[in-house]
């Protein structure tokens, strides 16, 4: 993995906008490397995956750009990343792991690309998610996936034919939800507790 230090116009774009300018500036440039923004530090690779507990706990870890190289993205990879605000994912990502993004409290966006297959159990539970679609490609998508999100709404893709277990539970801020073509089959307490949800 390379490093690059950050310069002060760099840096300067970091400030101004959460990441985002980082990402644009070297992000797209090293298509499709992933492209990692940690306190100060960019960090280039060309990985296929994001190993199992690859930054989980990690406070440093503000925003990442993962390349059309990487195809999935492992178990806690990213679990309990607090300070992460941007995760801008290319075509090519098929499977997210058990937990990945579960307690990521500063990651309110995010866009799922139409190339992911699975998402596993409990993949972004307690985080910050406020809207999320789940592309028709999504065929598996693991219970307690979202439980404790603080989702406001979902936009579930018509490859899903069930939700599985606590899927959405305890979502207190779910005011909408919109339901693929195929849905067949709701799993015990999909939506338990999810108070705003009328």
């Known amino acids: ?25 070297i992000g797209a440039v090293n298509y499709p490397y992933t492209t990692d923004f940690i ?3 960019v960090s280039t690779s060309n990985r ?5 507990n690859f930054y989980e706990n990690d406070l440093t870890f503000i925003a990442t750009y993962l390349g059309s190289n990487v195809t999935s993205i ?12 941007s995760v801008t994912i290319a075509n090519g990502l098929t499977t997210i792991g ?15 690309p139409h190339t992911v297959i699975t998402i596993g159990e409990g993949g972004f539970y307690s985080s910050a998610v406020e809207n999320i679609v789940i592309p028709d490609s999504v065929t ?3 219970g307690f996936a979202f439980r404790y999100a603080d989702l406001e709404s979902i936009v579930i893709g018509d490859g899903l034919t069930a939700l599985d277990l ?7 801020s779910l005011t909408s939800v919109t339901f693929g073509a195929n849905i067949v089959r ?10 705003s949800l009328t």
């Open 98 to 112: 058990n937990y990945a993004f579960e307690g990521t409290s500063s990651l309110t966006e995010l866009k799922l």
């Open 39 to 41: 306190s100060g530090t």
């Open 140 to 142: 598996s998508l693991g």
């Open 48 to 52: 296929l995956s994001i190993p199992d």
């Open 166 to 172: 606590s899927t959405f539970r305890d979502c207190a």
């Open 186 to 195: 709701l799993r015990n307490d999909c939506f338990r507790s999810c108070t």
């Open 74 to 85: 492992g178990e806690y990879s990213y679990a309990l990343c607090e300070n992460l605000a």
């Open 1 to 25: 993995m390379a490093n690059l230090t950050v310069s002060s116009s760099v840096d300067s774009m970091m400030q101004a906008s959460d990441a985002s300018g980082i990402r644009d500036a």
